[in-house]
């Protein structure tokens, strides 16, 4: 595989290729200091992963991504964000473009040398993944409807339209690749929701408010970052702050939102385990819940309680994935009633509010 890192830092080039190089299925690296120079590499051959730096002379990140749309082949495209409020907005802006995931710039670091172990830890991962999934023959659409058949759910549900579901709440958990997922998702809601949703999407601070921001604007239904021991209300949608769990409770008629910062699980926070464990408590066979794309298992146990309460599970195929980690966890352990695409998982949150995608 074919590997294009541009960055206008010398220095983080040349961290970035020093980790891509400990990647036996990357064959080949090429560096870029700027997105002009990026496209000239693009339109003179293939590649297959991309790193890009958002802020950068001569073409920045978005610019580059928006001239990228023209090309007749696009690489997987990772985004190399600041952690500030403006990094955070850029990097929204970049999911919109194309870009697949991001990571961020190490801050408040004593030296390279750990700094670039912070990126090792981010970055490795995520391109192993991605490596593993491009490596595999692209899935067919008709190749994704079997799995049900192959691994039928721990818990049948009688409910087999699940079209049909009226839920009180909808909980949904993603990470790499999740907020396009997300709004492919979600982009046929329309206010007035008649119930509240939930999002843990693993983001850090700053990142999940740009997220809400997007959503709002998107849809028209009011989200935001969950405030801690906020009443519950329908037509709203919660989106779990970075580094904060977000988990619900009944307080007499009523449900509360409650953030804390307790350990991580699966090493990262907000979890959507958490989420998802607490829904189930309090909303039982009324509870939608919907694993997106993303690394690891985080959401496995929770779709496990919800099963176990009577509440529906969608999970997203792996072929519309960007990593079918947290999904493939998931149906592994058969804690789901459908595996869906994107498109049909809008379809039947459509069908949930009488109207069609």
């Known amino acids: 595989m074919r590997m294009l890192i541009v960055d206008d830092s010398v220095v983080f080039r040349s961290q970035i290729k020093a980790i891509a190089e400990q990647i036996p299925a990357i064959t080949e690296i090429v560096l870029a200091s700027n997105g002009k120079l990026a496209l000239q590499r693009l ?14 002379p001569e073409m920045n990140g978005l610019d580059t991504l928006r001239a990228m749309r023209n090309l007749p082949r696009r690489p997987a495209v990772l985004v190399f964000s600041a952690l500030s409020s403006r990094g955070a907005e850029a990097t929204i802006k970049a999911m919109d473009l194309g870009a697949l995931d991001f990571f961020t710039k190490p801050t408040q670091v004593l030296n390279l040398e750990e700094a670039q172990q912070l990126i090792r830890q981010d970055l490795l991962p995520r391109i192993t993944e991605l490596c593993q999934k491009l490596q595999k023959k692209p899935a067919s659409a008709s190749a994704s409807k079997p799995l049900d058949q192959r691994r039928q759910p721990m818990q049948p549900d009688l409910r087999t339209n699940s079209e049909l579901i009226k839920p009180d709440a909808v909980v949904i958990g993603a990470s790499t690749g999740g907020p396009a997922a997300l709004k492919a998702v979600m982009r046929s809601l329309r206010p007035p929701l008649p119930f509240p949703l939930f999002i843990a999407q693993h983001m850090p601070p700053l990142f999940t408010k740009s997220l809400a921001d997007n959503i709002t604007e998107m849809l028209g239904i009011p989200a935001a970052e969950a405030q801690h021991q906020e009443v519950v209300q329908p037509n709203r949608i919660y989106v779990a702050p970075g580094d904060y769990h977000l988990s619900l409770k009944n307080r007499g008629d009523q449900v ?12 990262v926070r907000p979890a959507v385990d958490v989420l998802f464990e607490s829904a189930a408590d309090i909303y039982g066979h009324k509870l939608l819940g919907i ?4 690394m690891g298992q985080d959401g496995m146990a929770g779709c496990k309680q919800i099963k176990d309460k009577r509440g529906m599970i969608l999970i997203q195929d792996e072929a519309s994935s960007a990593v079918w980690g947290m999904p ?30």
């Open 256 to 267: 509360l939102t409650i953030l804390d910062q307790k350990e991580k699980r699966h090493s």
């Open 43 to 56: 339109e003179a051959s293939s590649f297959d992963i991309m790193t890009l730096d958002l802020e950068m």
């Open 291 to 294: 694993i997106l794309t993303g």
């Open 328 to 357: 493939g966890a998931v149906f592994r352990l058969g804690a789901y009633d459908r595996v869906c695409t994107l498109e049909e998982m809008e379809q039947l949150l459509a069908r949930t509010l009488g109207r069609a995608a």
